[in-house]
C-alpha cells in the first residue's frame, strides 16, 4: 500500500518538470534581457561572468533550457540574490511552514464545511438550507484578504484575542509547552480565515454528494428499515458521499495554496507565500522561480494525495 | 385487514404515477401486482411505506395499516412501523445494499433501531434470518462488505435484511429476477412458509407469471397508474 | 428556457457595473488620481458633503475611485474571460474532435494547468513578464480555459454521434465544416456558461493581485490594489476597504449566479 502511494505520487514530478519548463519560458518572455534577471545585480562582473557560463547564458535557448531542466532535477535553484543563501535551503525552510498553515486550514474547512452541508442536507430546501448556502456563495465570492484585514482589526487588535501576526511573541523565553501554545496562538488567525474562507468550497461540494446520495436506493432501504432521517443520512448516505467530496477537495487543492500564499503575506507566516512575495518585491528572481515551482509541486501533491483519498473511500474500488 | 389502500392518487414531479389505485391485503395472503414497467408498481409500494423520493407526493387517497391512516402520519410514527410492521424488498439488491457497510450490521439494522435484540442475540437473528433466505455460510458474510458478493447473495441478504424482524407486511419487488431457477423457488416457498407460519402478508410485485399464478390469491393489474383487480387461480 | 430570477439578478448586477465601469470618466465627480485638500477632505466617512462615499488617505474621492476601478478591474475579467473561452473551445473541440493521442495530450494539459495554483503562476508572470494590462489579461486568459475545453469537449463528442452530424457527414461534408456549421453552435451554449462562472474567478485574480501589488501600476487604480490602501485602517476608516470588497463581492456573487442560471437553463 505505501509503495502504491509513493507510485502515484511519481506523477507529481512530470508536472513539476513541466511548471518549472513553464517558468523558463516566461522569464525567456521578459522584456529586455533576460539574462539579466538570473544575474545578481550586486555581484561583481568577474562572479557574473563566471554565472553566465554556468547558466549557459550566452548560448542558443535549446541548450539554455537544457541546462535550466537539469538543475531543476538536481533541484539546484543557485543563490538567492539577497544573502547568497542556496535557494533550495530557503525553500526548505519555509515549506514546512506552509504545510502546518495550509493542513491546518484545510482541518477548518472541512469540520466547517462538513457540519453546514449536513445541517442543510437533513432539511433541504428549507430556510436554514438557503440561509447556509447564501452564506457559502457570499463567503466564496468575498476576497481573502478583506476577510483577513477584517479578522486583524476586530479579533487581533480591537478584542486582543489574537497576535496580529508572525510566529512567535517577542518574549521567545517561554518554556517549552508555552512555546508551542505560542505558536498555536500565532497560527489560529491565518489558519481559521484561511479555513473559513475555504469551507465554503467543501460545503458547496459536500452537500452536492450528499442531496445526490441521499436519493441512492440503499439510503431509503435503510429507513425501509425504520432508520429515521437522521441516521439514515449519518450513518449511511454521509460515508457514502465522501469519496465523491475529496475527489472534487482535490481539485481545488491549488485554489487552497494560493490563498495559503495570500495569508501568509498578510500575516506575515514565514512559509512560501512570504517567501515568494518577499523575493519578488526584492527582485531575488532565482527564489521566485524556484518558489513557484515549489508551490506548484505542493499543490500537484495535495492533489494527488485526496484522489488517492476519495479512491480509498469509493465503495467501488473497496473499503477495508 | 393488514393494508387497506384506496382511491390513491400519487404524483410524481408534475405526473400522476398512480391514479386511483385500490388494494387490499390480510394476514397470510399474497397479492401480486403487476403491470409493464412505468406502470407505477414500485411506487406503490414506496407510496405505502412512506418513502418516496423527491417530488413525490400524495395527492388523494387513503391508505390504513391495521386500520391506522398512514397519509399524512408523522415521520416519527412511520419510522417506528417501518423495518418492523412493514417492510420492503427492493428491486435492485446491488443499489439497495450500502456499498460501505458490512452484511451483517445492515441485517440486523431494524433490530438495532427498534431495539428488538443487541450483540449476541442480534447476531443469532441475523444468520437465522440470512440461513432462511437461502445463505448457506452466513457467519462467514458477516464481516464482508455487499459489492464482494455476487448478485445472488446480495438478494438474498436484501430479503434477510427485510425479515429479520418478522414484519406483518412485506413489499417484495421483483424478489427473484436476479436469482437463478433453484434460488427463485427457495425464495418464494420462504415467502410462502412465512405466510403460513408468521402470517406475513406479501405484497408481490413481480412479471414472473408463473410464481404469481402460483402464489398469489389475488392480481392488481396496473396500467398507467390504473388498476385492473382480478383473482387468479390457486 | 425558463426565466430564472437568479439570472435576471446576476446579469442586471453585472450590466450596472459593467456599464458604471464604461461610462466611468464622464459620470465620475472627481478625478480619481487626483487628492484634494489633503488635510481636510483625507478619510471622510460616506455621506460627507461633496464625497458620496467618503475619501481615502490622500483625499481621493472614493465613489471615482469605485467608478474607475470598474472600469479596469471588469475590463481586464472579460476581456480574460473571452480569451479563456476561445481557447477552451479550441481545444475542447479539437480534442472532442479528434480523440486519439490528441485528445490525451490534451487532457493530460489540462491536467497540468488545472494542478497549478493560479495564483503563483500569476505572481510569475508579473514578476518576469511585466505588469501592463495586456499581460494580466494574457495570463487571466492563459490560466482560466481548462473548464470551458471540458465542458466543450463532452458536448462536442456526444454531438459528434447525433444524427444530424452523421447526416451532414453523409452529404459530403468534411469533419471540419462539421464542426464549424453543426457541432460547435451546439457547445458554444456551454462557453458562454464557462464564461460567465469563470468571470468570477479571473475578478478575485485581478484583484488580489492588485492587492499584493503587482497588478496594474499607478495612476490605474483597481478595486484590489484600493482594498490594499485602506487595508491597515480597516478598523477606523472601514469604508476605504470595505466598499471596494463589497463591490468584488457583489460582482463575483452576480456572475456565479448568472452562470448558475445559465447552466441550467442549457437545452438538454
Known amino acids: 500500500m505505501i509503495a502504491r502511494i509513493h507510485l502515484r505520487l511519481l506523477a507529481a514530478i512530470p508536472i513539476a518538470l513541466a511548471v518549472s519548463a513553464l517558468v523558463f519560458f516566461l522569464v525567456e518572455a521578459s522584456p529586455g534581457d533576460p539574462s539579466l534577471l538570473l544575474l545578481d545585480p550586486n555581484a561583481s562582473p568577474h562572479a557574473n561572468d563566471a554565472q553566465r557560463a ?43 511552514s506552509t504545510l502546518l498553515l495550509s493542513s491546518v486550514s484545510l482541518a477548518i474547512a472541512f469540520g466547517l ?46 478584542w486582543g484575542w489574537f497576535p496580529t501576526g508572525g510566529t512567535v511573541s517577542l518574549t521567545s523565553t517561554l518554556e517549552p ?50 432508520a429515521s432521517r437522521r441516521r439514515a443520512l449519518l450513518r449511511h448516505a454521509f460515508p457514502a458521499s465522501l469519496h465523491s467530496t475529496i475527489s472534487l477537495l482535490g481539485l481545488s487543492i491549488p485554489y487552497l495554496v494560493g490563498g495559503a500564499v495570500l495569508v501568509e503575506e498578510i500575516f506575515d507566516w514565514p512559509g512560501m507565500g512570504r517567501l515568494l512575495v518577499g523575493a519578488m518585491v526584492a527582485k531575488d528572481y532565482p527564489v521566485v522561480a524556484a518558489g513557484v515551482v515549489a508551490l506548484a509541486t505542493l499543490a500537484v501533491v495535495g492533489n494527488l494525495l485526496a484522489d488517492l483519498l476519495a479512491a480509498r473511500l469509493d465503495p467501488r474500488v473497496g473499503v477495508p | 385487514m393488514i393494508l387497506e389502500v384506496r382511491d390513491l392518487r400519487v404524483r410524481l414531479g408534475s405526473t400522476f404515477v398512480l ?98 435484540a443487541r450483540g449476541p442475540e442480534s447476531r443469532g437473528r441475523v444468520v437465522e434470518a440470512l440461513r432462511d433466505a437461502g445463505v448457506p455460510n452466513a457467519e462467514r458474510i458477516l464481516g464482508e462488505v455487499p459489492h464482494r458478493l455476487s448478485g445472488g447473495l446480495r438478494q438474498r441478504v436484501a430479503l434477510a435484511s427485510a425479515i429479520v424482524a418478522r414484519p406483518r407486511l412485506l413489499f417484495a419487488d421483483e424478489p427473484t429476477t436476479a436469482l437463478d431457477p433453484p434460488l427463485r423457488s427457495h425464495v418464494l416457498g420462504l415467502l410462502g412458509r412465512l405466510r403460513r407460519e408468521t402470517g406475513l402478508a406479501v405484497v408481490l410485485i413481480s412479471h414472473d407469471r408463473d410464481a404469481v399464478a402460483r402464489h398469489a390469491q389475488r392480481v392488481v393489474a396496473l396500467r398507467r397508474g390504473r388498476a385492473a383487480e382480478a383473482a387468479a387461480t390457486p | 428556457m425558463k426565466i430564472d430570477a437568479r439570472g435576471i439578478v446576476g446579469f442586471s448586477i453585472l450590466g450596472a457595473f459593467v456599464a458604471a465601469g464604461a461610462l466611468a470618466p464622464w459620470i465620475a465627480p472627481y478625478d480619481p488620481t487626483v487628492p484634494h485638500d489633503r488635510v481636510a477632505d483625507a478619510l471622510r466617512p460616506p455621506g460627507s458633503p461633496g464625497f458620496l462615499f467618503g475619501t481615502d488617505l490622500y483625499a481621493r474621492d472614493l465613489l471615482s475611485r469605485l467608478l474607475h476601478g470598474a472600469r479596469i478591474s471588469l475590463a481586464v475579467a472579460t476581456a480574460s474571460v473571452a480569451l479563456s473561452a476561445t481557447i477552451g473551445v479550441a481545444v475542447g473541440a479539437a480534442a472532442g474532435e479528434a480523440g486519439g493521442a490528441l485528445d490525451a495530450v490534451a487532457m493530460r494539459i489540462t491536467d497540468v494547468f488545472l494542478s497549478i495554483p493560479r495564483l503563483v503562476l500569476l505572481l510569475a508572470a508579473s514578476a518576469f513578464v511585466g505588469r501592463s494590462p495586456a499581460v494580466l489579461v494574457a495570463f487571466l486568459g492563459a490560466t482560466g480555459w481548462m473548464g470551458a475545453a471540458r465542458l466543450v469537449r463532452s458536448e462536442v463528442r456526444v454531438l459528434r454521434e447525433r444524427e444530424f ?104
Not at chain 1, 548560448?59 to 539554455?64: C, G, K, Q, Y
Not at chain 3, 493581485?209 to 496594474?216: H, Q
Request: hydrophobic share 50%; charged share 20%.
Open chain 1, 54 to 96: 554556468i547558466l549557459g547564458l550566452d548560448r542558443p535557448v535549446a541548450e539554455r533550457f537544457g541546462i535550466w531542466m537539469r538543475n531543476t532535477l538536481t533541484l539546484d535553484f543557485g543563490r538567492s540574490f539577497v544573502d547568497q543563501v542556496p535557494v533550495r535551503d530557503k525553500i526548505a525552510a519555509a515549506l514546512p
Open chain 1, 113 to 158: 464545511g462538513l457540519a453546514a452541508a449536513l445541517a442543510s442536507a437533513s432539511r433541504p430546501r428549507s430556510a436554514l438550507d438557503h440561509v447556509l448556502s447564501a452564506i457559502a456563495l457570499v463567503l466564496q465570492s468575498t476576497p481573502i484578504f478583506w476577510l483577513a484585514w477584517m479578522a486583524i482589526a476586530w479579533l487581533a487588535v480591537g
Open chain 1, 177 to 226: 509547552g508555552l512555546h508551542l501554545l505560542d505558536r498555536l496562538h500565532h497560527l489560529a488567525l491565518p489558519a481559521l480565515v484561511l479555513g473559513v474562507a475555504f469551507a465554503g468550497e467543501v460545503s458547496r461540494f459536500a452537500r452536492g454528494a450528499l442531496v445526490d446520495t441521499l436519493e441512492e436506493d440503499f439510503v431509503r432501504a435503510s429507513r425501509a428499515r425504520g
Open chain 2, 19 to 116: 391514479d386511483g389505485v385500490s388494494l387490499s391485503i390480510g394476514a397470510g395472503e399474497c397479492v401480486a401486482v403487476v403491470g409493464d414497467s412505468g406502470s407505477g408498481k414500485t411506487t406503490l409500494a414506496l407510496a405505502c411505506m412512506g418513502l418516496l423520493p423527491r417530488g413525490g407526493r400524495v395527492v388523494e387517497g387513503s391508505i390504513r395499516f391495521d386500520g391506522r391512516e398512514l397519509v399524512g402520519a408523522g415521520e416519527r410514527e412511520l419510522d417506528e412501523l417501518r423495518g418492523r410492521s412493514m417492510a420492503m424488498l427492493f428491486q435492485e439488491p446491488a443499489a439497495a445494499l450500502d456499498p460501505i457497510q458490512r452484511v451483517g450490521a445492515q441485517v440486523s439494522e431494524t433490530l438495532e433501531v427498534h431495539g428488538l
Open chain 3, 165 to 268: 452530424v452523421l447526416a451532414a457527414r453523409g452529404l459530403g461534408l468534411s469533419r471540419a465544416q462539421v464542426l464549424l456549421r453543426h457541432v460547435l453552435p451546439n457547445a458554444l451554449p456551454a462557453a458562454v456558461v464557462s464564461a460567465t462562472l469563470g468571470l468570477g474567478g479571473a475578478l478575485l485574480s485581478e484583484a488580489t493581485l492588485s492587492f499584493l501589488g503587482f497588478g496594474v501600476a499607478e495612476p490605474l487604480a483597481s478595486w484590489g490594489a484600493m482594498i490594499a490602501d485602506g487595508a491597515k485602517m480597516i478598523g477606523t476608516a472601514w469604508w476605504v476597504a470595505t466598499l471596494p470588497a463589497i463591490a468584488i463581492a457583489l460582482c463575483v456573487t452576480a456572475a456565479n449566479l448568472a452562470g448558475d442560471a445559465l447552466r441550467e437553463g442549457l437545452p438538454r
